[in-house]
Structures are given as structure tokens and as C-alpha cells.
């Protein structure tokens, strides 16, 4: 029987414009800029490249107005390999996008999200029986997708639409991850349909009031995570790693494999985006973090956001593998 499994990403899609200053303006001050540079972004459409990338049947689902970023977002998802049948075109709303002023070490970003917010959680829901049905040629009433299956939200479009479609998601069978990334929270009765939490330290502090610095605090966060209904939590640490839980509650760390440090835009999505294409090979969830590890240690090495995110041979090359998914090592 054909695998029909795919990674399923309702999430935003964001036009970023970068300019950099040798100092912020004050109030009302204009000052002059360098290095403008347009990318491609939002966070949902980074972890759908991602995917794709690392070889897995994806699809994005989101909106975009009908203007001409929206036309640069969707053409840069096909030219990644990523379905965008369910990439909703809308009247009377802007594409969502970011104004980044870059100084130094500093940033300041102010987000329109645009129609990021349009979508209700009943548009994802038909997006994904749609999808559903389409991919096992049957009616998504009477069965579910492949087991392996995943679907991936963040924080970025509108909550009660995000809480709808994990629950959705889950009760059609996909494994889901949340990536609850700007920090949020889902209302209480949401969390049980979230098969894998993957929040980064700053957002698990938020969400648990522990932030991870040491074994203990990692796997007290961890397991505060699980306590809000999810089914198991993996945390992102920057350059300390990422840490879950083992079968027997041992903390399994798995270090940041980047040599070189040029831009992080990108490296938190990147990680969940191979991470989601490493599960839908049945890989254990620490085999899907080393995975993670190895992509996102090529994204930091690179500028810009989905521009940096590299393919499965990029990632293979770059550490000698046959084989992007060959196991990690617990510390």
C-alpha cells in the first residue's frame, strides 16, 4: 500500500523587511540605514519549508491577500516543494508582514499580521478533510491519514483558530506539534489534542513559570508541559541544545551541532520543520531531534530566513551522512 503520510503546517505566512542603522532613532528622529534586504518569513511557512526540504510531503495552510508579497509567498513555498492548494488568496486584507530595524547586536520588529488572523479554525478543518480525503482517495468521515501523519501550529495566527485545528487535526489522526512561538497559551481544554509541545526556553517559562537552565529546571519544564495535557514536550535552548524526556523521565539533551554562527533567524523553525519530516519516517523522538539539530546547524551557518533553510543533501553533505536520520547520541 502506497505511504500517503504528510506534514500538514496551518501557520503564518509574513513578508519581513530588514534594514540595518548604526543606531535606533529616537522619537521622531530619522537617521540613515544600510543593507535592506525583503525575506520571505513567517513562522508557519519557515517550518512548511523546512519540511519539504528534508524530502517530506508538505502543504501550508494560511492566507495571503491578494497582493504582490502575497504573490512572492506563495510562488517561494512551490519553489520549496510545498503544496499550496490550501493557501488562501484574500480580498480586503494585507499579507502579513514584519519591519525589522537592525542595530548591532539589538533588533526591534513590528508585526502586521494581516491575514494571518482571517482564517477561523472551521477553514482549517475543511482544509484538512480535504486534504485528508484527497490523499487516501476515500472519505476522510470513515478513515484516517496515514498513522505518521503530522500537523504543526505555532502561535502567530489567531488562538481560538489554532486550539480548533489541533483539535481537528488530532481526531483525524496526525501527530501534532505546537510551537506555541510568539509566547501563548492554549485555553486548557486544547492541550490534550497536542501530541508534542516544542516551545523554546523563553516561551516555556511563559507557558510554565520555569525557565530551563539546568537538569532540574529542563525536566521539572518538561514536566509541566506534560501536566497541561500534552503528550510530551521537546525544549529548544539556542546554543545549549534541545531536552526531552525519556521513556523511564531521564533528560535526554541534544547538543547544538553549528561550528559557525551567522544568523539564528531561521534555526528554531527549521528544527521543528526537519524534526516533523524526521517523524514521518517513524523515527523515535529523539532521532527527530538529532535530525532537527543537524538542519538548523546549517540554517545558523547561513543569512536570511527561508533562504538559509537547507535541503536534505545540504544537511547530509555538511555532516558526512548517508543518511540525514542516522542516530543521535544522548548525553
Known amino acids: 500500500m502506497a505511504d500517503h503520510s504528510i506534514v500538514a503546517v496551518f501557520g503564518s505566512m509574513n513578508m519581513d523587511l530588514s534594514v540595518a542603522c548604526e543606531r535606533m532613532p529616537r522619537a521622531g528622529e530619522t537617521v540613515g540605514g544600510s543593507g535592506f534586504i525583503t525575506n520571505?518569513?513567517?513562522?508557519?511557512?519557515?517550518?512548511?519549508?523546512?519540511?519539504?526540504?528534508?524530502?517530506?510531503?508538505?502543504?501550508?495552510?494560511?492566507?495571503?491577500?491578494?497582493?504582490?508579497?502575497?504573490?512572492?509567498?506563495?510562488?517561494?513555498?512551490?519553489?520549496?516543494?510545498?503544496?499550496?492548494?490550501?493557501?488562501?488568496?484574500?480580498?480586503?486584507?494585507?499579507?502579513?508582514?514584519?519591519?525589522?530595524?537592525?542595530?548591532?547586536?539589538?533588533?526591534?520588529?513590528?508585526?502586521?499580521?494581516?491575514?494571518?488572523?482571517?482564517?477561523?479554525?472551521?477553514?482549517?478543518?475543511?482544509?484538512?478533510r480535504r486534504l485528508v480525503a484527497d490523499e487516501l482517495d476515500g472519505d476522510a468521515s470513515e478513515i484516517a491519514p496515514a498513522a505518521r501523519s503530522v500537523f504543526i501550529a505555532q502561535g502567530e495566527c489567531d488562538l481560538m483558530a489554532t486550539a480548533a485545528a489541533l483539535s481537528c487535526a488530532h481526531e483525524l489522526g496526525f501527530y501534532t506539534i505546537f510551537n506555541p512561538a510568539p509566547a501563548c497559551d492554549l485555553p486548557a481544554g486544547a492541550w490534550p489534542a497536542v501530541d508534542l509541545a516544542c516551545p523554546n526556553e523563553t516561551e516555556c517559562q511563559v507557558l510554565t513559570g520555569i525557565l530551563p537552565t539546568d537538569d532540574a529546571s529542563c525536566v521539572a519544564a518538561l514536566n509541566a508541559l506534560v501536566d497541561k495535557g500534552a503528550g510530551a514536550a521537546v525544549i529548544t535552548l539556542g546554543g545549549a541544545g534541545s531536552?526531552?524526556?525519556?521513556?523511564?523521565?531521564?533528560?535526554?539533551?541534544?547538543?547544538?551541532?553549528?561550528?559557525?554562527?551567522?544568523?539564528?533567524?531561521?534555526?528554531?523553525?527549521?528544527?521543528?520543520?526537519?524534526?516533523?519530516?524526521?517523524?514521518?519516517?517513524?523515527?523515535?523522538?529523539?532521532e527527530c531531534m538529532a535530525a532537527g539539530a543537524r538542519a538548523s546547524a546549517v540554517t545558523v551557518s547561513r543569512l536570511g530566513a527561508q533562504q538559509s533553510i537547507p535541503t536534505r543533501a545540504e544537511v547530509e553533505r555538511m555532516f558526512g551522512l548517508d543518511d540525514l536520520v542516522q542516530d543521535g547520541e544522548a548525553e
Open 243 to 286: 531536552v526531552a524526556l525519556g521513556d523511564d523521565g531521564e533528560l535526554l539533551r541534544m547538543p547544538a551541532l553549528s561550528s559557525e554562527v551567522v544568523d539564528t533567524t531561521a534555526a528554531g523553525d527549521t528544527f521543528i520543520g526537519a524534526l516533523a519530516a524526521a517523524r514521518l519516517e517513524g523515527l523515535p523522538l529523539f
Open 40 to 128: 520571505a518569513g513567517g513562522k508557519g511557512a519557515n517550518q512548511a519549508v523546512a519540511a519539504a526540504r528534508m524530502g517530506a510531503h508538505t502543504c501550508m495552510i494560511g492566507a495571503v491577500g491578494r497582493d504582490t508579497f502575497g504573490d512572492v509567498l506563495v510562488a517561494g513555498l512551490q519553489d520549496a516543494g510545498v503544496g499550496v492548494e490550501f493557501a488562501t488568496r484574500l480580498d480586503g486584507v494585507e499579507t502579513g508582514a514584519a519591519t525589522i530595524i537592525r542595530c548591532e547586536s539589538d533588533n526591534r520588529i513590528v508585526l502586521s499580521p494581516g491575514a494571518n488572523h482571517a482564517l477561523a479554525g472551521e477553514d482549517v478543518a475543511r482544509a484538512l
